[in-house]
């Protein structure tokens, strides 16, 4: 099963320090929301070459797979 993002926001994490905060729409119509660490999303969007969050809308989901699977690097 495929997600897409369809929506990605910048919100406080617990910590006080940012967090990018997506929600995925998967294929079956289902939502799901995941958080990633501010430095680890910003470094899985540079890789991508996409200069804003805004623009990972309509994207599918493993384009912030890096940031899931290796927080902070």
Do not use: F, K, Q
Not at 46 to 60: F, N, T, Y
């Amino acid at each position: 099963m495929t997600a897409t993002i369809t929506r990605a926001d910048v919100v406080g994490g617990h910590d006080g320090r940012a967090e990018i905060e997506i929600e995925l729409t998967y294929d079956n119509g289902g939502t799901s929301t995941i958080s990633l660490d501010e430095e680890a999303c910003i470094t899985s969007l540079d890789r991508a070459g996409i200069g804003s969050i805004d623009d990972l809308v309509g994207r599918p989901w493993h384009v912030v797979l890096p940031a899931l699977t290796n927080p902070s690097t």
